[in-house]
């Protein structure tokens, strides 16, 4: 699959992020949004996602992928397992656990907190909640995360939109990742079918 980009930073909230304790207690808001992601060579990446109740689609806008390998992505998280359908080969990989959370960033639910959906951060990991920033219009809480990564300390500032669980925008250095035109509500079922003809391959379990 050609994956939506999300920056590398980001997978520390995959590794602890499942689903944030209070997400599970409440009634998920169910939205859709385009994703646009700005990388360290000033390409743009244009996508688009779609949130359920526990699913989540994705795809890619403006992708060069030819017919044979053009996908997208679906993502049950209760049971998280993730499908990449590439209809042009009738063929679906899956892959199970943190394989399948692995690549979310931005797409994964996350509590108030970004680093402790789990109700701890690791140790390694310094978060610093920097206050009411609003990005498009939407109110959220702006947090600076400083992690080792690579041999060196990395800083990434999320926006963290506490109505929707949900990351609205990431900046590391010169990548960016951002949510816009989100409407809120009912995603159609049909969205997050998987084929049922369609050969399955398995990528991978914990």
């Known amino acids: 699959m050609k994956?939506?980009?999300?920056?590398?930073?980001?997978?520390?909230?995959?590794?602890?992020?499942?689903?944030?304790?209070?997400?599970?207690?409440?009634?998920?808001?169910?939205?859709?949004?385009?994703?646009?992601?700005?990388?360290?060579?000033?390409?743009?990446?244009?996508?688009?996602?779609?949130?359920?109740?526990?699913?989540?689609?994705m795809e890619s806008v403006d992708s060069q992928a030819g017919p044979?390998?053009?996908?997208?992505?679906?993502?049950?998280?209760?049971?998280?397992?993730?499908?990449?359908?590439?209809?042009?080969?009738?063929?679906?990989?899956?892959?199970?656990?943190?394989?399948?959370l692995g690549n979310l960033g931005i797409m994964l639910p996350v509590g108030?907190?970004?680093?402790?959906?789990?109700?701890?951060?690791?140790?390694?990991v310094t978060c610093k909640n920097l206050g009411s920033d609003p990005v498009n219009g939407r109110p959220t809480v702006k947090w600076q995360v400083t992690q080792p990564m690579g041999g060196q300390m990395v800083t990434a500032f999320l926006w963290v939109d506490s109505q929707l669980h949900a990351l609205i925008k990431e900046v590391v250095g010169p990548t960016s990742v951002e949510l816009q035109n989100i409407h809120e509500g009912p995603q159609p079922a049909n969205l997050f079918e998987i084929p049922a003809a369609y050969q399955r391959m398995e990528a991978g379990r914990r």
């Open 3 to 57: 994956r939506v980009p999300s920056c590398s930073v980001l997978v520390l909230v995959a590794a602890m992020a499942t689903m944030p304790a209070d997400f599970a207690q409440q009634p998920a808001r169910e939205f859709s949004a385009d994703t646009v992601t700005h990388d360290s060579a000033g390409k743009v990446t244009r996508g688009k996602l779609y949130r359920g109740t526990s699913m989540i689609r």
């Open 112 to 124: 108030d907190n970004p680093c402790a959906s789990q109700g701890v951060a690791p140790s390694d």
């Open 68 to 100: 044979d390998s053009a996908a997208f992505g679906i993502v049950d998280l209760a049971q998280q397992i993730s499908y990449t359908v590439i209809p042009g080969r009738k063929m679906i990989m899956v892959r199970h656990g943190k394989a399948a």
